[in-house]
């Protein structure tokens, strides 16, 4: 059995955390890949542990503020978690304020094969199928 990975994904749409469920289904069968998913900010800081998390994917918008506020908090707690920051398109000021954060990437959503071989390249993972 392969070694387990852990992901917080902090998203409030259903309809995305399914999508990059069946990327990592189809892209990385072979990888036990976790997705421990928070709805809001204040759940994404009850359900994020340094300790098991090896990453954290958030959403820019959220119900209750901005993804930057989950980054703040987990920068607080671990500062070298790679961090990544999503959203269906990027502004000028989304990219300004991401400049701000060490060890955060900006990734537009785009549930195919180029999205999660980002997410992966980061995470020094070479674990994609064709």
Request: net charge negative.
């Amino acid at each position: 059995m392969s070694e387990a990975y852990y992901l917080l994904y902090v998203e409030d749409n259903e309809g995305d955390v399914e999508l990059l469920q069946m990327c990592i289904e189809r892209y990385c069968p072979a990888q036990d890949i976790i997705l421990d998913v928070a709805e809001t900010i204040e759940e994404g800081k009850k359900s994020f542990k340094f300790d098991k998390h090896i990453a954290a994917l958030i959403d820019w918008n959220l119900p209750d503020g901005e993804g930057t506020e989950m980054v703040e908090f987990i920068q607080a707690k671990a500062i070298n978690i790679p961090i990544f920051l999503l959203s269906g398109v990027f502004t000028p000021r989304h990219l300004r304020i991401a400049e701000e954060f060490n060890f955060t990437t900006c990734i537009e959503k785009d549930y195919n094969k180029h999205f999660i071989e980002q997410i992966l390249q980061k995470l020094n993972l070479n674990i994609i199928r064709d």
